[in-house]
């Protein structure tokens, strides 16, 4: 699992970021003002006579770039449609274009193949459309905007938008299998990644008929309830957190809350890990995730907006490989309580096997020692969901003769699915969601 992070003294340890001395270098002489003056407007002058000489290029430009684009549809489209075409066995719908609110062919009327990149066959076509008519589209979404004096949706409340966001998202979720069959062979993808796609536009379309304007009295009460649906799985699918949450997240992560309820989750599970009696023959396990579960990426996220930016691999790759997330300290405690008890202790990630031997290191720089088992993905996992990779391990394991008694974990995906534990103690984790 790619996860968030723990630390306060982070900032402490970053750079200011500031790239001037401030005037610690003595005061300017008046000379040099002289010069700062004369350049500021020398560089007013160059920059104004620059604009005017970059508008008319700019606009030479997008001509050309039209005109080479509509060459380019001449060159590849197909023939004008023509009547033999609605006979031809395709596997993509036929589509027009959706202009003025209602389907229309493309002005020149062509179209473009649709190639299935698995097997190179054509599985359909889609309208070529042109500059023409991106200009007529344009045109009708002026009128659009204007019509009944805007009342119809430039000046319409955000609960009438809402309503149409929440029907696309009905229908999204209606057609669900049609729509990532066709999204998996037109891009080829694996077909459990397309579906996962819809539930993530459906979800996105949901998640934007929350984003009203939440008054100061109420936007504890509104994140509070949106973190509640989060943690309990009650939510669709979801990216980012809402933009209005983006401080109550924040607040709470570094705040009091976040610890109370980790705390929490490991003296629970320490209550539940004592109840067992060992038959000794060494099958029990406990399974830990990694990522929020027993380090903590907080010093990373609160770099990038607590679970308000997208998730980035390339990046957050990069912080995995400085090894330098720090251990959640409840976490710790039920870790060494359940090695003294006699568990043998499984470490099951979402990290990629390429990230052993740093993860390795981070783990004993933070106390983490002496476990059983460190399975991480590898290439044969990478394009499973989060559930899927983890259940099958879990499987192997149940296989194998182990009892899985518990399961630690800050994603869901860390513990439902197949093969599941006994028992399962979910961590706390608002910044994001892993399928």
Known sequence: MEKN?????????????????GGKNGGTSSSAKYKEKVGAGLGKTKAAASSGLKKKIGKDIDNEKRKSNDRLIDLVASPPLVAERESMAITVPRRQLFIGGQWTEPVRRKTLPVVNPATEDIIGYIPAATSEDVELA????????TRNKGKDWAKASGAVRAKYLRAIAAKVTERKSELANLEAIDCGKPL?????DMDDVAGWLR???MLKSVDNDNVNVHCTSWRFAAETNNLAPWKTIPTECADYVKNYLTGKGYVVDLER????????ASSFGFAGDGKDIWIFDIDETLLSNLPYYLEHGCGLEAFDHFKFDKWVEKGVAPAIAPSLKLYQKVKDLGYK????TGRREIHRAVTVENLLNTGFRNWDELILRSSDDERKTATVYKSEKREEMVKEGYRIRGNSGDQWSDLLGFAMSERSFKLPNPMYYIP
């Not at 992070?5 to 001395?21: H, L, R």
């Not at 459990?192 to 996962?196: G, K, L, Y």
């Not at 989750?265 to 539940?272: C, F, K, L």
């Open 5 to 21: 992070s723990w630390a306060d003294q982070w900032d402490s340890s970053q750079p200011s970021g500031n790239k001037t001395d």
């Open 265 to 272: 989750v490991s003296e629970e599970s320490m209550v539940y």
């Open 207 to 209: 998640s934007r008929t």
């Open 192 to 196: 459990e990644e397309a579906a996962w």
């Open 138 to 145: 344009v045109e009708a979404a002026r009128k659009a905007l």
């Open 345 to 348: 202790i499984v470490l099951l």
